[in-house]
């Protein structure tokens, strides 16, 4: 396979600037504080009232989850937004084009390696589950299916910021754009709630990005949910490809 | 070994490049002379196949280009305008990326990064970042990368622009080495640099090609024919009739004449001839005043003078 020499050079990039080690130590400060306080919440509840049958899954692991969730929102789009638009600023994508690789070739690269940095990020995070362990029993199985969730959800943020980032060549607008539309994906389940939309209520909240996380932050493995994270993947990186193949980026630059 | 016909290609409104047909043969080196905006550079991303054109074909080594690219891209080496880097890689990093991505095993691919280190004199740089290296240095990466996997076919935009004339005569000396070996389509706007590595140049103005031929033919083209511009005092009709029957010109045509006393005249005369002593003598012995003469070049050196310019004397 071509995409290791390609990976390879994108992680390389990645680590080699600022922006890793920033968006890296920024989230694993916020994601820390949220669960020292959740943890001395649980404490404290648990010495005012005592064992209240409330496991530490549900009373630490899955708010922290759907912190995460919500700060990889907003931290992902700052490692999408070089993929493309800095090679096609810089015009290393025009010499990349110049060589035996396929556009998909390029794009499984550039999305795997976003996707490794971002798997890079949650490896510490681990270690929150180990130090837990010596205080209450851990649901290991619940606990791998909460991180299945939030590497697919991920998946998902990184395959919209990869399309934006092919559109431009112009960094700040392909992270904008990214949260524009990540934020819209997340929201859009909220405007179904208000009487008019009532009765779209339904599939609006099918349609939002965080509602499907909710399954797996519980610990639930749904099929449906799977699904919704891959053929999102699967959409945005089918018209990142069609979009770089057709060639119509490409405007007249003498 | 490349045969391009009737490319075009427009963007949008602009017609880039507009049925350019050309061809190179194996080994040879040919130049692509032309303003900045005649199109070299739209041409060469259509034969590196970054690009489709609009309309044409062109044939690489028997494959064409928008249906074999694949077989194409393992055939050429190409090097792009102001050769863009990865400022966070270094040079041995980079050039390892582009050798693996051409499928060599291990062993393989370090020996071409060592070959084509020595080759494009980049040793001494090998570990330096991309972006701490000097313009000249990162050109040789750049041609570097092009001839990691031993290319056939050699596509240079503009290999020299922005160098040094140390760094231009060495960059100039490793093209030339190619010749026999390699074929190679090198673009320049500097007419000296044809002479010095090119076989054969073509001119190309507005994305036509306005001539071709050896650097030799071009520049006797370019000296001999020529036109001649005077200014005499005199009855026009008859300064027509009187300098038409001089030899060796071809034809005469008013400019611009003032109450019929006084007029400028362009003379257009045959190659390789100098009419001047003539056309003086003919206006003097019939008492006509001559008050200007100069000689002007045809319509190529128009075009050099226009399109091309001159490189200073290094």
Same mark, same amino acid.
């Given at each position: 396979m071509k995409i290791f020499p390609l990976l390879n050079k994108e992680l390389k990039i990645a680590f080699s600037s600022a922006t890793a080690y920033v968006t890296f130590t920024v989230f694993l400060l916020i994601v820390g504080y949220l669960f020292v306080g959740q943890s001395l919440m649980l404490a404290k509840e648990s010495f005012a009232y005592g064992a209240t049958g409330t496991s530490v899954m549900d009373a630490i692991f899955r708010v922290l989850f759907h912190d995460a969730a919500v700060i990889l929102l907003f931290l992902t789009p700052a490692m999408t937004m070089r993929l493309l638009a800095e090679e096609k600023r810089a015009g290393t994508l025009e010499l990349l084009l110049t060589y035996p690789l396929n556009d998909l070739e390029i794009i499984l690269a550039k999305f795997c390696s976003a996707f490794a940095s971002v798997v890079i990020f949650l490896l510490p995070t681990i270690l929150y589950s180990i130090f837990i362990q010596r205080f209450a029993p851990i649901e290991w199985s619940v606990l791998a299916t909460q991180y299945l969730g939030i590497l697919l959800l991920c998946g998902s943020y990184i395959a919209v910021g990869l399309w934006a980032s092919h559109l431009t060549d112009n960094q700040i607008v392909a992270a904008t754009l990214t949260i524009g539309i990540l934020l819209g994906l997340w929201l859009i389940a909220w405007i179904g709630q208000s009487s008019p939309l009532a009765s779209w209520s339904v599939v609006l909240g099918q349609l939002s990005i965080l509602n499907h996380f909710d399954s797996f932050s519980k610990g639930v493995l749904n099929t449906s949910d799977i699904t919704f994270y891959l053929l999102l993947i699967l959409f945005f990186l089918y018209v990142t490809l069609k979009g770089l193949e057709s060639r119509s980026w490409w405007g007249r630059s003498e | 070994m490349?045969?391009?016909?009737?490319?075009?290609? $427009?963007?949008?409104?602009?017609?880039?490049?507009?049925?350019?047909?050309?061809?190179?043969?194996?080994?040879?080196?040919?130049?692509?002379?032309?303003?900045?905006?005649?199109?070299?550079?739209?041409?060469?991303?259509?034969?590196?196949?970054?690009? @489709? @054109?609009?309309?044409?074909?062109?044939?690489?080594?028997?494959?064409?280009?928008?249906?074999?690219?694949?077989?194409?891209?393992?055939?050429?080496?190409?090097?792009?305008?102001?050769?863009?880097?990865?400022? $966070?890689?270094?040079?041995? $990093?980079?050039?390892?990326?582009?050798?693996?991505?051409?499928?060599?095993?291990?062993?393989?691919?370090?020996?071409?990064?060592?070959?084509?280190?020595?080759?494009?004199?980049?040793?001494?740089?090998?570990?330096?970042?991309?972006?701490?290296?000097?313009?000249?240095?990162?050109?040789?990466?750049?041609?570097?990368?092009?001839?990691?996997?031993?290319?056939?076919?050699?596509?240079?935009?503009? @290999?020299?622009?922005?160098?040094?004339?140390? &760094?231009?005569?060495?960059?100039?000396?490793?093209?030339?080495?190619?010749?026999?070996?390699?074929?190679?389509?090198?673009?320049?706007?500097?007419?000296?640099?044809?002479?010095?590595?090119? &076989?054969?140049?073509?001119?190309?103005?507005?994305?036509?090609?306005?001539?071709?031929?050896? @650097?030799?033919?071009?520049?006797?083209?370019?000296?001999?024919?020529?036109?001649?511009?005077?200014?005499?005092?005199?009855?026009?009709?008859?300064?027509?009739?009187?300098?038409?029957?001089?030899?060796?010109?071809?034809?005469?045509?008013?400019?611009?004449?003032?109450?019929?006393?006084?007029?400028?005249?362009?003379?257009?005369?045959?190659?390789?001839?100098?009419?001047?002593?003539?056309?003086?003598?003919?206006?003097?012995?019939?008492?006509?005043?001559?008050?200007?003469?100069?000689?002007?070049?045809?319509?190529?050196?128009?075009?050099?003078?226009?399109?091309?310019?001159? $490189?200073?004397?290094?």
């Open positions: - | 490349i045969n391009a016909s009737h490319l075009t290609k $427009e963007f949008g409104p602009i017609k880039a490049v507009s049925d350019l047909t050309f061809s190179v043969n194996k080994g040879e080196i040919l130049g692509f002379l032309g303003p900045n905006g005649a199109g070299k550079t739209t041409t060469m991303r259509i034969l590196a196949g970054i690009f @489709p @054109p609009t309309r044409g074909s062109v044939m690489i080594a028997g494959f064409d280009v928008l249906e074999n690219s694949m077989e194409i891209r393992k055939r050429i080496g190409y090097l792009p305008e102001q050769f863009p880097i990865y400022p $966070e890689l270094t040079v041995t $990093e980079y050039l390892a990326m582009v050798a693996s991505i051409w499928d060599f095993d291990r062993k393989k691919r370090d020996e071409q990064v060592k070959d084509v280190l020595e080759k494009c004199g980049l040793r001494s740089e090998q570990n330096s970042l991309l972006r701490r290296l000097s313009r000249g240095y990162r050109q040789r990466v750049g041609l570097a990368q092009a001839l990691v996997h031993d290319p056939e076919v050699l596509i240079l935009d503009e @290999p020299t622009v922005g160098l040094d004339p140390k &760094q231009i005569r060495e960059i100039r000396e490793l093209i030339k080495s190619f010749q026999g070996q390699k074929t190679v389509i090198l673009s320049t706007h500097i007419l000296p640099e044809v002479s010095m590595t090119c &076989q054969r140049v073509l001119i190309i103005n507005q994305g036509k090609v306005v001539a071709e031929g050896t @650097p030799e033919s071009l520049t006797r083209q370019i000296e001999s024919g020529a036109h001649v511009q005077i200014q005499a005092q005199g009855p026009p009709e008859d300064i027509v009739r009187t300098l038409s029957a001089v030899p060796g010109v071809l034809e005469i045509k008013m400019v611009k004449s003032s109450d019929g006393r006084e007029g400028t005249f362009l003379i257009q005369t045959k190659e390789s001839v100098d009419v001047r002593p003539q056309i003086a003598q003919a206006i003097v012995e019939n008492h006509w005043g001559l008050l200007t003469m100069q000689l002007q070049y045809l319509s190529l050196e128009d075009i050099f003078v226009k399109l091309v310019t001159k $490189e200073e004397s290094e």
